[in-house]
């Protein structure tokens, strides 16, 4: 995954994903989430999770992960989303060191699932009015900069 990290680095620095589209990104539209991604060229699937929800799933520099969406009413009028990655219970990482980088972040979360896998989470509410694709942009930012320093964590 640390080829992921470094282009998502770069890309980031380079200012490509700033204004990527200029529409309001909202949970309550799916779609305007799914335009996000593809408008920076991640190739992303809307679909639905196990309750109906929408779900995309999405491959941004080979790694997968996935955008859950959250206070549905009847799979529709969502008013969050949770950028969600998971690792396998091979990944070698104490509890002591999980709950270390939990302590040093102020935005996203890790826990050990009890099959062993660690799983990544970071929630967004855009409530009805939504949030800019400039903000978006700076969210995203912030995602990957999680997904970097939890893979440092498990280096």
Do not use: H
């Amino acid at each position: 995954m640390k080829p992921f990290l470094l282009a998502a680095a770069a890309f980031f620095s380079a200012g490509f994903a700033t204004g990527a589209c200029a529409d309001t990104i909202k949970a309550s539209e799916p779609q305007s989430v799914l335009d996000y991604f593809t408008a920076i060229g991640a190739p992303a699937n809307l679909t639905e999770d196990n309750v109906g929800d929408p779900l995309i799933e999405i491959q941004y520099y080979g790694t997968k992960f996935a955008v859950f969406f959250y206070g549905c009413r009847e799979a529709k009028n969502c008013d969050s989303l949770q950028m969600f990655s998971g690792y396998t219970a091979d990944t070698k990482i104490t509890l002591e060191a999980l709950n270390a980088w939990n302590a040093e972040q102020r935005y996203g979360r890790v826990y050990q699932a009890e099959d062993g896998r660690k799983l990544l989470e970071y929630d967004i509410y855009t409530g009805n009015a939504g949030v800019s694709s400039d903000d978006f942009d700076e969210m995203f930012d912030i995602w990957t900069e999680l997904v970097k320093s939890f893979e440092d964590a498990l280096s």
